[in-house]
Nanobody, 125 residues
Framework: VQLQASGGGLVQAGGSLRLSCVVSGRTLSGYNVAWFRQAPGKEREFVAGIRRSGGTTYYADSAKGRFTISRDNAKNTVYLQMNSLKPEDTAAYYC???????????????????WGQGTLVTVSS
């Protein structure tokens, strides 16, 4: 299984980026998906998640109203649209998938089986 994240870069505060995560080796429709991030010197944190059935989405408080997670099962790709970016959004962003995740574990990174390599987002002030 491979998860290839891309779309990171340098952007000014207030700008937007769209991250993509292409999954190979698995059929994405059968998996719950999430984005996590880790800033230098900080712990990994949940950003957004989307369930495999129904497509219900979940967001960290820091992401609500600014970020949107979506999935295109036909393309085996997950997206994270990030608007109104802030310097505190600077981090490496990782996508992760899991087949049998229970709802209460959606925000727990340790519960995910497969991870991408990360894409770096830098927001300048």
């Amino acid at each position: 299984v491979q998860l290839q994240a891309s779309g990171g870069g340098l952007v000014q505060a207030g700008g937007s980026l769209r991250l993509s995560c292409v999954v190979s080796g698995r059929t994405l429709s059968g998996y719950n998906v999430a984005w996590f991030r880790q800033a230098p010197g900080k712990e990994r944190e949940f950003v957004a998640g989307i369930r495999r059935s129904g497509g219900t989405t979940y967001y960290a408080d820091s992401a609500k109203g600014r970020f949107t997670i979506s999935r295109d099962n036909a393309k085996n790709t997950v997206y994270l649209q990030m608007n109104s970016l802030k310097p505190e959004d600077t981090a490496a962003y990782y996508c992760a998938i899991d087949k049998s995740l229970i709802l209460s574990s959606m925000r727990d990174g340790d519960a995910y089986d497969y991870w991408g390599q990360g894409t770096l987002v830098t927001v300048s002030s």
